[in-house]
């Protein structure tokens, strides 16, 4: 019998309780022994949950307990989880988890320890909820040199862009519903400027080159400056707006980013709705390959903790390996990347602000339509540094009188 303990009982702790609970008897079979619940660490009081009776308010109690072969660690945040799981690790203990915080910052550490002390740090569930993307990172795609990952990974955003290209609603409105129906906080920020992706990006690309890919690192723009008129530019391009994340491996090095990108239909991440995630990796050999599904809520979230839970406990004194160091893999400055942009402006003169327009950018196909006195037009690829500086000079060009967004257009 392998017994773990469950440090919070929040939305991901109650789940793993939940499927543990639910799915015993099956888990317990391919975990090749009985899995039992000995602890649920939290500060609250649950009266009438049958989490009572093994409820705990104190950690040392799990930690002084030789018994608790495996911690699972669905706190979030950085601290006390931190604390909480390197000391579990160190006592031998292994650890899965939920918290790609805890992992984007710590993880090469984290796994460092676990190597040393032969137990093991697994954390699938940190990156695209149920979706299962690291473990075939680190055991399936071995033979493959991973050329790029992509993909949309945040279920909030990814809603709320949804809703305004298909309702044609304004972004404070979707904000608004996305957090009637608990899909976005009530403080948004880790969602809509796109933290929570870019700690994602950062596991997947930590993986994908074994070195430590600092989040810090990686630019990162969220949704909050798209508007119902920039997805409608986008659609009248025939194309949908996404926040999307990007780690590139190339010959010259490393690049990754978090923004809003202008995909295009046979894009396969166009039609990726709603709370939806999708990942898509590119190997030098396996070619593309696509992994969709529901990238957060409570039950995903939890069968993927559980698939580590079972993991854990079959490889007891056996670490996997995974190989993920503490070296810092340098990334390329993203403004020597070639892009294409979509760019909208306002003008007060429309033959003058066109003839402007072409005199920097050559030829373009002008989109008019949507609004009053303003057009957008897509630059044709360049480095991110050249359509920039091209877009600043729009600014001061006669006939235009504003530049109301510039937004990345896939490029390959």
């Known amino acids: 019998m392998a017994a773990i303990a469950i440090l919070g009982y929040g939305t991901v702790g109650s789940g793993v309780y939940e499927v543990l609970k639910t799915n015993g008897e099956s888990i317990d ?20 949950d049958p989490v009572e009776d093994v409820l705990t308010h104190d950690f040392e109690d799990i930690i002084s307990d030789d018994e608790v072969e495996v911690v699972v660690e669905v706190m979030g945040g950085i601290e006390p989880a931190y604390t909480f799981v390197k000391r579990s690790i160190l006592k031998g203990k292994s650890v899965c988890t939920s918290n790609k915080a805890l992992v984007a910052k710590h993880g090469a550490e984290l796994l460092r320890l676990a190597k040393e002390n032969n137990v093991n740090f697994l954390f699938e569930a940190s990156v695209g909820g149920g979706i299962p993307i690291i473990r075939p990172i680190i055991r399936s795609i071995t033979s493959d040199r991973i050329e790029e990952i992509t993909g949309i990974l945040n279920g909030t955003t990814n809603y709320m862009l949804t809703k305004m290209g298909d309702e044609g609603l304004e972004y404070d409105d979707v904000l608004k519903d996305a957090q009637a129906k608990g899909y976005a906080e009530r403080n948004p920020e880790a969602d809509v400027e796109g933290h929570d992706t870019c700690r994602k990006i950062a596991i997947l690309a930590s993986l994908a080159t074994g070195r430590q890919v600092n989040f810090e690192d990686i630019y990162t723009e969220g949704i909050t400056n798209v508007s119902k008129t920039d997805i409608d530019y986008a659609k009248a391009a025939g194309m949908d707006i996404k926040l999307v994340a990007t780690a590139s491996f190339t010959d010259k090095g490393v690049w990754a980013r978090v923004c809003p990108l202008i995909v295009a239909p046979d894009n396969p991440l166009s039609g990726v709705k709603d709370v939806f995630n999708a990942i898509k990796l590119t190997g030098n050999m396996l070619g593309e390959v696509m992994f969709y599904g529901k990238g957060a809520g409570k039950l995903p979230t939890a069968a993927a903790v559980v698939s580590d839970i079972v993991d854990a406990v079959r490889h007891k004194n056996i670490n996997l390996g995974v190989h993920w160091s503490e070296e810092v893999q340098p990334l390329l400055d993203i403004n020597n990347v070639k892009v294409k942009k979509l760019v909208r402006f306002a003008y007060n003169d429309r033959d003058a602000a066109f003839a402007a327009v072409n005199g920097i950018f050559g030829s373009v196909d002008f989109i008019e339509g949507i609004a009053e006195d303003e057009a957008a037009f897509i630059t044709s690829p360049a480095e991110e540094s050249t359509v920039n500086e091209n877009v600043n000079k729009l600014l001061n060009s006669d006939g235009i009188s504003d530049v109301l967004a510039s937004i990345r257009v896939e490029y390959r």
């Not at 079979?29 to 009266?47: E, G, H, S």
């Open 29 to 48: 079979k391919k975990a090749l022994q009985p899995i039992t619940i000995k602890y649920v660490l939290d500060l609250r009081d649950f009266p009438g």
